[in-house]
C-alpha cells in the first residue's frame, strides 16, 4: 500500500505542479493584454501607424512568453506519471480474488442480522429497515433499532450542545459505567458546568458545582481543580488556559466515550461487526492468494482444509477481536 501511496503522491504532485505553471503563463499573458488594452483606451494610440505598432508590440511579448513551451514540459511529466499509476494498480492488484474462494455455508439469518444492524449503526435506518424488508427478516433486529435510534438521537442533540439527554442516560446507567471504570458521567458535568461559565454565570456554575462535580472530587481532584480555578475566567473562557474544555475536539471525545459505553451497556462491540471482519479480511486476502497460486490445481484440498494453511498476520487490534471471536479464522477462508 506504501508502494501505491508514494505514486498516488507523485500524481498529484506533478498535477498541482502543472496547474500552477498553467496559471502562471495564463496569468502574464493576461497581464500583458490588459496592459496593451490600456494603452489603446488611454488614446496613446493616436494614429493607425500607433495602434499597429501597440498591437506588434503585444505579438512579441506573447511570443516571448512561449506559453507552449513552459507549459509542455510540466505536461510531459504528469502524463508520464499518469501512465506509471494504472500499471503499478495493475501490478499490485490481484483483480481475481476469487481463488480464495471457500464453498461454506453461512447462517443467512445472522449474516442479514449483521449487516441491519450495521445500517443502524450508522444511523441508517430507513436502509436498515429496506435491507431486513427485502431479507424476510423485518423484526429480527426491530429491539436493536430502537436502542440504536435512542443513542442517535442523544449524539445529535449534543451536536447542538444539549446535554440534557446525555446527561439523563448516563445518570439512569450510572451503575453500569462505573465498574467499566468509565468517567463518562464526569465528562458531562464538566461540559454542562463550562458552557455556564461561559454565559458568564459564575454564581450559577458554583451551585452547579456542588450540586453535581462535588461527589466527584475524591477520586478526580486533579480535574476538579482544574474546573474550579476556571471559575476566575467566567464569561472570558476563550481567553483561557481552559477554552479547550469547550473545544470542538474535547465535544467529539465526549461524544465517542457515550457512544462506546452505549453499546458495552447493550452488550454490543463499539466497532461494527461487518466493517471488523470486512477489514479483517482485506488484511488476511494477500497472503491466501499467494497460497492459492501455489496451490494451483489442488483445489479440493482447499476446499477440505479446516484451519487456515498460512500464517495470517493482523493488526493487534484484530488479534484481541480473534481471541474473542474463535470462528474469526474460519470466516477469513470465505474471502
Known amino acids: 500500500m506504501e508502494l501505491i501511496k508514494d505514486a498516488f503522491e507523485r500524481v498529484t504532485k506533478?498535477?498541482?505542479?502543472?496547474?500552477?505553471?498553467?496559471?502562471?503563463?495564463l496569468d502574464l499573458i493576461d497581464q500583458e493584454i490588459k496592459q496593451t488594452l490600456q494603452k489603446i483606451q488611454s488614446n496613446e494610440c493616436a494614429s493607425q501607424v500607433d495602434f499597429k505598432s501597440t498591437i506588434?508590440?503585444?505579438?512579441?511579448?506573447?511570443?516571448?512568453?512561449?506559453?507552449?513551451?513552459?507549459?509542455?514540459?510540466?505536461?510531459k511529466e504528469l502524463n508520464l506519471a499518469l501512465s506509471k499509476y494504472p500499471k503499478l494498480l495493475e501490478k499490485l492488484f490481484n483483480p481475481d480474488i476469487a481463488k480464495a474462494y471457500r464453498n461454506?455455508?453461512?447462517?443467512?439469518?445472522?449474516?442479514?442480522?449483521?449487516?441491519?444492524?450495521?445500517?443502524?449503526?450508522q444511523g441508517l435506518f430507513e436502509l436498515g429497515d429496506c435491507f431486513l424488508s427485502e431479507a424476510g427478516e423485518p423484526e429480527s433486529t426491530a429491539a436493536m433499532k430502537s436502542q440504536f435510534q435512542e443513542m442517535f438521537k442523544i449524539v445529535e442533540a449534543m451536536k447542538c450542545q444539549n446535554l440534557e439527554p446525555a446527561l439523563?442516560?448516563?445518570?439512569?446507567?450510572?451503575?453500569?459505567?462505573?465498574?467499566?471504570?468509565?468517567?463518562?458521567?464526569?465528562?458531562?458535568?464538566?461540559?454542562?458546568?463550562?458552557?455556564?461559565?461561559?454565559?458568564?454565570?459564575?454564581?450559577?456554575?458554583?451551585?452547579y458545582a456542588k450540586t453535581c462535580l462535588a461527589p466527584f472530587a475524591s477520586d478526580h481532584m486533579a480535574e476538579f481543580?482544574?474546573?474550579?480555578?476556571?471559575?476566575?475566567?467566567?464569561?472570558?473562557?476563550?481567553?483561557?488556559p481552559?477554552?479547550?474544555?469547550?473545544?470542538?475536539?474535547?465535544?467529539?471525545?465526549?461524544?465517542?466515550?457515550?457512544?462506546r459505553q452505549f453499546c458495552n451497556i447493550l452488550?454490543?462491540?463499539?466497532?461494527?461487526?461487518?466493517?471488523?471482519?470486512?477489514?479483517?479480511?482485506?488484511?488476511?486476502?494477500?497472503?491466501?492468494?499467494?497460497?492459492?497460486?501455489?496451490?494451483?490445481?489442488?483445489?479440493?484440498?482447499?476446499?477440505?482444509?479446516?484451519?487456515?494453511?498460512?500464517?495470517?498476520?493482523?493488526?493487534?487490534?484484530?488479534?484481541?477481536?480473534?481471541?474473542?471471536?474463535?470462528?474469526?479464522q474460519m470466516s477469513l477462508l470465505s474471502f
Open 242 to 259: 481552559y477554552f479547550h474544555l469547550l473545544s470542538k475536539l474535547n465535544w467529539e471525545k465526549v461524544i465517542g466515550e457515550l457512544t
Open 104 to 121: 461454506i455455508e453461512f447462517d443467512a439469518h445472522t449474516v442479514n442480522e449483521i449487516i441491519g444492524s450495521h445500517f443502524y449503526r
Open 267 to 328: 452488550g454490543q462491540s463499539y466497532e461494527s461487526p461487518l466493517s471488523m471482519t470486512i477489514a479483517a479480511g482485506v488484511q488476511g486476502l494477500p497472503p491466501l492468494l499467494k497460497f492459492m497460486n501455489v496451490m494451483v490445481g489442488k483445489k479440493n484440498e482447499w476446499q477440505t482444509m479446516k484451519q487456515l494453511p498460512v500464517p495470517v498476520e493482523l493488526d493487534l487490534y484484530y488479534k484481541d477481536v480473534k481471541e474473542r471471536h474463535k470462528n474469526l
Open 56 to 75: 506588434a508590440e503585444l505579438k512579441n511579448k506573447l511570443k516571448d512568453i512561449a506559453a507552449l513551451s513552459q507549459t509542455e514540459s510540466t505536461q
Open 225 to 240: 481543580q482544574k474546573l474550579m480555578v476556571s471559575i476566575l475566567w467566567a464569561g472570558k473562557l476563550d481567553m483561557s
Open 14 to 25: 506533478k498535477q498541482k505542479l502543472s496547474c500552477s505553471k498553467n496559471q502562471e503563463v
Open 168 to 207: 439523563k442516560w448516563a445518570i439512569a446507567n450510572s451503575d453500569k459505567l462505573k465498574p467499566n471504570g468509565s468517567d463518562l458521567l464526569l465528562q458531562l458535568h464538566s461540559l454542562q458546568f463550562m458552557g455556564i461559565l461561559q454565559k458568564g454565570d459564575k454564581y450559577g456554575a458554583i451551585a
